[in-house]
């Protein structure tokens, strides 16, 4: 059935709450019996002693209070599996996020994101019902049925016995025809996706749908899958619900021949009728959380497919370092340390390829440095290896003498100031969405960052000026203005080195051009390293590195290269080619 | 709310007679149980008073007839409920389907992103369970009370009575209780699960910059605080839930005891058998598992209305065509023009402002400009799949706003930027466009637009499944295969909207061939932002923030010190991304 030995063991931390679960569930299970017996004894008393109300007025009072009782031990129950879902939830969720912040900036592309947070939120509180339903059913089932023979038992052997005998009847033919129907309900529910999945992928095509005048067709065609899908269907759970009729046809005559049976023997008078009234009571109790397990199987299943989901997050493959120690936290980037990379290699954990092959260059101070090449050549790796948000698989680093790898992340990044191709905004205010550049910038220095970067009198034109909020209810923010911000985050950084992804993005070409000339006034007394992307500061730099799958093909300044005829020359001239 | 409810609950309403009758089965299923219980406890009765065994025959074979009954009746009522809500399901497809068709693309839903349209199939999956979890359980609620009602006052009009008011107040003061607890709750909860979704949303799509600035351990701490205050929300609401149950229960308990208060003089003194007693009891026990489904049927009450809510919301959203389509009849003059054309979406700043020029009958026009300038907006206009605010377009001699909108999709044919190919073979996807043409003519196609090598040398040729949504093909396949489905359609004007953006040069080579090829009755209009081979257009519009600039052919543009050569020259200034 739904156990998972994995899921399972998730409980083990808060092991005393779920035993408690169980515990209470028993107790409430002993309080059912124990109000059937007095009802019985009740209805005896009154039927067969004669006796009046006040004669059976105490055991009214102790069935009340028993009723009392019972109610707050259900809900006592029901408490401490809340209690163990919230923090089964959050331990998954606490997982999860650290998992997350493991895969990286890299592999999490924007169109993952959605996926992410929904397994993150969604799919965690798929678990809820598993552990605060199916789980515990699962050991109340075998339990309190067992609780209830001891009960029987000693009344009535017979009885006990067509317990005995059917309580099994019930898990054997679940199971037998459980197992039959879920291979034809896992076929069904590949159709049932694939019906979903054909509905999405019309609802999407609806335009070009429109365009070609082919709408009423589509119409018929949901109309017809859906019939079909309808009959395919009721024939499976045709079948899947005989295990339904099984366990309710066991319970409800096991309980028609117990009343039977022993009717037949009160008639020859070898019977109490208060034993009698009590075992028919208590008789659907003793088949009750077998059928509750049967209603909590959805919710079991339903959890399973969540956690297979979560699993795969968390086992992503991240690629493992070699490199822990990174401990130094005094270090700072002096002006004359050049940055010195040693046969630096780098593959991608789902790659068999490398997607850096063995690089080694020194990127000079005070200069820039820009790497060009086609997409896919490994620029981008190279920069976020250097941004340290992974660490090489072979080669060293050296800032100067120092090894970056002793060097603690933090206290490197402390050192650089970065452009990213597409910055991101968060949706808080503007000040802070600068400030998270330098927390230590004074207000005054925010103001003075984001005139130099152009974008001051835009932010004061907006409602809340420096306080209004990015996103939805503020400011939609254009590519252009998104990139000037970028740049003032870039100036309040005021570090000495400077990363930069030149902006590829579609902007019009007079805003782009602006943009494109405050950054190179960042670029002054800093040791700068570039994607460049725009021939005009490829032509400025200091000295180019020419990337071609994952290795360096050529590097030098532009004239130096155009003369060596290689593959720079080549870039250029297939990019002149297909300009008119 | 119950406005909501009742449009969901009429837009099934041709199924009322199975939903009665799977109702009337989930009733027979409560019943039986009843049933039961109530002739096993006559039979032991009678049975200890030493009757005589043929006066309990009757009730032996109630007790088996009740046995096997129940179960038969509540296997029939879920295959027929299952039946009603798979026909539901497919009714309410068809009918969202249906609903979108006029305001697709719609100004103010974002059909671009998938999620909307995942979220609607989750909400008509939602909605289809309206009749199961929400209309059922009350019907067969008050099927039982009447059941039990007539059951009682057999032996007394009292009980009944004592029955009916305690039965009601579990199935509604419970509910009514729970609700006034959580009212507040829930809405914290809703409110707390949007904020951490936006929060998780936009952190991770900033995560480089988080961790860049050190920021990860703030955003982790953020997260907890809030995920601690959904989740300390979500218990307090699972605990007033769980007081569901136990109330139940304990309703159960006192409606027995309170009903023995009643009945137990009424023994004494020989006006009730005491044989009925516990008949009586164990009755009522069995009926209030017609109570048990009733709270979850107000949390689907909500839930499905919800879902209704946001589904009525894109469906009722009104793109109706303020004009006339009262043209019938057609000359075959197929000159465009565009007159002063603006357009704004939702009142803002106009996307395109005062648009005016023509294409002559087999023209080749482009329309260039950076991304923004308003392009794609023309694209919609001119298909009509928005309208346009003020200006007049001209077909020939005919007004566009007279002219049915299938006409003029007739007429001109569009290869989108965003290609959308249907899961399923090649063959299928070009039929979209023409549902009659033969193989030959779409093998003629394709070679069109260079893919018949590429066809011929698949297995299945024609037959071969492109995977979903086209997965199988390459960016630059899909995109041949979409203007072969352009071309295939036969109409006199085709638009290309973007169509070599995100392509590699050798593909946007090949398609500016095919393009250059095409037979010269046909009109083109070319929209791009790439300055490429702009020799084989016959005129270049260039558009800046919705609006024209320049016209003209590429050697008169270029001559000029225009916006035209800024771009060029501009276009010239990117490397890398064009190797």
Redesign the interface.
Known sequence: MNFSKELFSEIKPVRINFILVIFFGLLAAVTTILLALSLSKIINGVFLSKQTLQDVSTLIVIFIALALVKSLLSWCQHFFSTRLVSFIKKSFRKKLLIKIEEIGPLTLKSERTGELVNTLLNGVDKLEDYFSKFLPQMFLSVFIPILILVFVFPLDWLTAIVFIVTAPIIPIFMFLIGSIAEKMNKKQWQTLSRMSAYFLDVLQGLPTLKLFNRTQEAIDKINDFSNLFRIKTLNVLKIAFLSALVLEVTATLSVAVIAVEIGLRLLNGNFVFSDALFILIIAPEFYLPLRILGTTYHAGMEGIAAFERIKDVLNYNTTKSNFTSNTKDDFTFAQNNSIILKNISYTYSDRATKALDNISLTIETNKVTAIVGASGSGKTTLMNILLRFFNPTEGNIFIGETDLHLVKKETWRENLAWLPQNPHLFSKSIRENLQIANVRATFEEVVNAAKIAHIHEFILDLPNGYNTLVGENGAKLSGGEIQRIALARAYLRNSPLLFVDEPTANLDPIVEEEIVKDMYKLFSGKTVLIIAHRLNTIIKADKIIVMKDGRIEESGNHNELILTNGYYKKLLDAHGEIIC | MLKTFIKIVSLGKEYKFWMLLAALLGFFTVG??IG??M???Y??????M??P?YQ?QV??VG??F???S???F??LE??IS??VT??L??KF??WF??S??PI??SKTID?SS??L??R??EDIESIEHVFVRVISPPFIFVATSLLMFGLLSIFSLTYSLIFIFMFFTSAIGIPLLTFLLSNKTSKTITTL?SN???F??????????L??????DKW?ND??VL??KL??A??RM??IQ??H???T??MM??T??IM??AA??D??SGILE??Y??VI??GI??SFEAVAQIPQAFQYLGKSTEAGKRLFEITETTNQSPYQNTVTEFSSDYNLRLDNISFSYNNKTNALSNISFSVNPGEKVAIVG????GKSTLVNIL?K?WDYNSGDIFLGSLNYKNISD?RI??II??V?QKV?L??GTIKENLL??K?DATDEELILTLSEVNLNTFVNDLPEKLNANIG??GKKLSGGESKRLTIA?ALL?DSQIIIFDEINSHVD?LT??KILETISKIKTDKSILFIT?R?????IFDKIIVF??GKIVESGT?KELLKLNSYYK???D??????????
């Open positions: 039986s149980g039961l219980m002739t096993s406890s039979l032991i009765a009678k049975a200890t030493q009757t065994i309990l009730a032996i007790v088996r009740f046995g096997i129940r179960g038969i509540r296997y879920r295959y299952h039946n798979f026909k399901l497919a497809r068809v389907f249906k979108l068709i697709v693309p059909f998938g999620d349209l995942s609607s199939i699960k951490l979704k936006e998780s949303i936009d952190n991770l799509q900033g995560i480089s910059e961790i860049f600035y050190n920021q990860k982790i997260f907890d995920n601690n989740i300390k979500q218990t699972n605990n769980s007081l149950e136990s109330l229960g304990l308990n006192l027995v005891i023995l208060f137990i003089p023994v004494t005491g044989v007693l516990s009891s164990i026990m069995a950076a991304s923004g300038a298909t799949l299938d999709r007739n044919s569009v989108p959308h249907f899961t979209v466009a549902p979903e949504l489905r359609k040069n946007e080579k932002h300055i490429v081979q702009m020799e800046s923030n590429h800024k771009l060029v501009f276009q010239n200034q990117k490397i890398t991304d064009t190797v």
